[in-house]
């Protein structure tokens, strides 16, 4: 169990080292591929995109109707301020 554990680290380390080599020096890994007569290509590290917002589950105020009047509560004075008009 701890051989596989152990094995796994090194695959991970090194694809690290192959990645960060890949960025740090893309022509000389361009010129590598091409001398070679492997068919294989490097792969391309691509960046993966932002993860979307969480929306929030709570509203940041809350509404009570009151004799038809709508009266606001917040939590904050700062949530005031970005409440649209």
């Known amino acids: 169990m701890e051989d596989k ?3 796994k680290r090194r695959r991970r380390e090194r694809a690290l ?3 960060a080599a890949i960025i740090a020096d893309p ?3 361009k010129k590598a591929s091409e001398d070679d ?3 294989e290509a490097l792969p391309i590290v691509r960046s993966k995109p932002p993860r979307p917002r969480k929306k929030n589950k709570e509203p940041l105020f809350e509404e ?4 038809g009047f709508a009266i606001l ?3 904050a004075y700062d949530d ?4 649209p008009h």
Do not use: G, P, Y
């Open 5 to 7: 554990c152990k094995a």
């Open 27 to 29: 022509a000389s890994n």
């Open 17 to 19: 080292q192959l990645r």
């Open 37 to 39: 007569s492997c068919d």
């Open 73 to 75: 509560a917040f939590k």
């Open 64 to 67: 009570d109707i009151i004799d």
């Open 80 to 83: 005031v301020e970005f409440q």
